[in-house]
């Protein structure tokens, strides 16, 4: 198959991703823009740093008073995941170089990595059609939530504000259901973020995070994080 061929393959394989990420698109430029935003660095945002989630709490914290160091921190922990997918991207693919390295890694959020991480093709032009697929979606939700925020009603305008807890919520039911240990992680860290946000403020959030990965080392089980049998 040629290089354009497992292009186009992988940019069909993306589409189901974009059902997901227009409307979050939409949700990250409305807190975006409430936090007082530009449309020109809602849109940019999207593009240069496409981080997801890390995008929607940066906006939120900016809208509640956060500190620079405690958005950049925050993202650092949030978005330290992605160092290990793209790790794990770049040593199952072929046919590449550093540029189109240095692309993928760009591109690399979760539902691409899990998409790839699922197919046989261990192609980087597969890889990139999942991701860039993906990528432009996010950044079209950005823009229609930019150039529509306005003319939707309010009620649903507040409903697109939610979509990082449904985000969440999605990612989380799945280990829950499959893992007991893992739902006594996720209410530990919820309950450290409840408690260290009276006292450290924007800070709980990276706080907990370190706290409960750390007890997870000792609560949840190597096999189950390296994918065997919890």
């Not at 993906?134 to 507040?158: H, M, Q």
């Not at 409960?212 to 949840?220: D, L």
């Amino acid at each position: 198959m040629s290089r354009k061929a497992r292009f186009v393959d992988g940019c069909r394989k993306g589409i189901p991703i974009t059902f997901g990420y227009v409307p979050m698109g939409i949700g990250y430029a409305a807190i975006a823009i409430k936090a007082g935003f530009t449309p020109l660095q809602t849109i940019s945002m999207s593009f240069l740093v496409y981080a997801g989630a890390g995008q929607i709490i940066a906006a939120s914290m900016v809208l509640s008073g956060a500190a620079a160091m405690a958005i950049i921190l925050t993202n650092f922990v949030v978005n330290l995941r992605y160092f290990v997918m793209s790790i794990c991207v770049l040593n199952q693919i072929d046919d590449s170089n550093t540029p189109l390295n240095i692309l993928a890694a760009h591109v690399t959020v979760d539902e691409s990595f899990a998409m790839f991480s699922l197919s046989e093709d261990s192609s980087i032009w597969t890889y990139l059609g999942i991701s860039i697929t993906s990528w432009l979606s996010w950044c079209l939700g950005a823009a229609i939530g930019v150039f529509l925020l306005d003319l939707l009603p309010v009620i649903v305008t507040n409903s697109f504000n939610i979509s990082l807890y449904a985000l969440f919520v999605a990612i989380l039911i799945p280990a829950i259901k499959e893992n007991k240990q893992i739902a006594i992680l996720v209410l530990i860290t919820a309950i450290l973020n409840v408690v260290l946000g009276q006292f450290l403020g924007n800070w709980s959030l990276i706080v907990s995070t370190l706290l409960g990965a750390t007890v997870g080392m000792y609560i949840v089980d190597d096999e189950y994080i390296l994918g065997g049998d919890a």
